[in-house]
């Protein structure tokens, strides 16, 4: 009667033990709808400009002289200049030398390029137009290994690769409902990111846009953990010491 009696004890320790381990279901990324084709419209993505962004605009010819107008520089003391970047302003535009005022939100880099090649043919030769978001930022929080603010150099990033920049997950954050919050158009969205399915790679949100903050929410477990603090060691000590008097008692 003894012996059956430690043997349910024992058994009911390991459940307590096992109630905690974590599905791999929950751990593991891009499961489900394998081998999907990406869709067309994510292969040819490209960030839209927004109002407060800032812009690297170069223009060249087989004249330097003719193009040297509208290339801005302000000074930063003897022989040292640097290009003038362009604000995106509250309407949506930009100001630009000889030009004027024309809009460029909801525009691509490459569709302002397109329209400012087409705007200075009457004043250059062949012009060359380079335009570059140089602002383009992501905040990546919560339960990942580097928190924190990235620049982002290529204007092309998807969800994966801003994970990964802040060093991945930690095996607390949850994988299955990552909050992306994102600032367009003077509207707030805030979306649930679901990184365990396969799905993500055919998402609308796959790729960022600029200021994009990503959000790991801690699972239930780190919570718990918080929670109880420095006693966590103790209990965990005292139940492995409980289990091992009671294997004791079984083996007796």
Known sequence: M???????????LLAILLVGCVSSKKITYFQNDSGRKLDEKLINYEPTLQIGDILSINVA???????QPFNLFESQGSNNQRPLPYIINADGEINFPSIGKFKVTGLTTKQVTNELTKRLLPYLNDPIINVRLVNFKITVLGEVRNPGSYNIQNERITI???IGLAGDLNIQGKRNTITLIREQNGERSIIPIDITNNKIFNSPYYYMAQNDVIYVEPNKSRVNSSGVGTNTSVLLSA??????????????
């Open 2 to 12: 003894k012996r059956n009696y430690s043997k349910h004890i024992l058994m009911a």
């Open 61 to 67: 010819s087989m004249s330097p002289e003719a193009a």
């Open 160 to 162: 994966i690769e801003a």
């Open 239 to 252: 139940l492995s010491l409980l289990i091992s008097i009671a294997a004791i008692i079984v083996l007796r």
